[in-house]
């Protein structure tokens, strides 16, 4: 099996085990400030569009991105994390379907989109999948489609450590869930440079907001 496989499969595993309680990291008490900054602004971006929201895990964006939206898509290609999201409650337009992330495996074959968002999944692509990864996605949206992803920043007072890079850049936290069982999860953390150069020629207008503890970056499609 390759590395890249390994690591998609365990990251796979470590998520739905961990469903039941995922959504105590956005409990931890130095990031709602953030938080409420960040859920506010997300639900004035996606008025009057049709949605895909890659790996959107419990749930905890999807509420916020759908408020206004026309149509709001949420996949996973996890059932245990979906369930959690599925059980909030959401604006009706939003609709659930297992969906690979990678490939967009799932997706009716003519589905297009005028919206993309992902939260908290771009730190997880490894660092050579993630230019194909954009350019599947990408593939999915019409002409002036608009695309928000957010993810963490690394603060060394909240942030789980990081325990190794290996030889292609990706950086690894070490982590325990509640029944004892460790696993390494691949966690990066770009910086603006290093996000804007993977976005592609259709990219236009990116823009990048710092929080504490996430970033937001946002851009439009020609």
Not at 79 to 90: D, E, I, N
Not at 112 to 128: E, I, K, R
């Amino acid at each position: 099996m390759e590395p890249q496989t390994q690591v998609v499969d365990g990251m796979r595993e470590y998520y739905a085990r961990r469903a039941a309680y995922y959504e105590r990291v956005y409990h931890k008490p130095e990031r709602q400030t953030d938080l409420r900054a960040m859920e506010s602004w997300l639900a004035g971006q996606f008025r009057g569009r049709s949605v895909l929201e890659v790996a959107c895990g419990t749930g905890w964006w999807t509420p916020h991105g759908a408020l206004g939206a026309a149509a709001w898509l949420a996949t996973d290609i996890n059932a245990g994390t979906m369930a959690v999201a599925r059980a909030k409650s959401l604006p009706a337009c939003v609709r659930f379907a297992e969906v690979d992330a990678y490939t967009l495996a799932g997706l009716p074959p003519a589905a297009t989109f005028d919206g993309a968002f992902a939260g908290c999944w771009w730190s997880h692509v490894p660092l050579a999948r993630l230019s194909k990864w954009l350019a599947t996605l990408h593939a999915r949206l019409v002409p002036g489609a608009r695309v928000v992803f957010l993810d963490n920043s690394f603060v060394q007072t909240s942030s789980t450590p990081l325990t190794r890079r290996d030889a292609e850049g990706n950086t690894y936290q070490q982590r325990t869930l509640d029944d004892g069982s460790t696993h390494e999860v691949l966690k990066n953390f770009p910086t603006p440079e290093q996000a804007m150069s993977r976005l592609g020629p259709r990219a236009v207008q990116p823009r990048w907001v710092a929080h504490t503890h996430y970033w937001i970056l946002a851009y439009e499609l020609t």
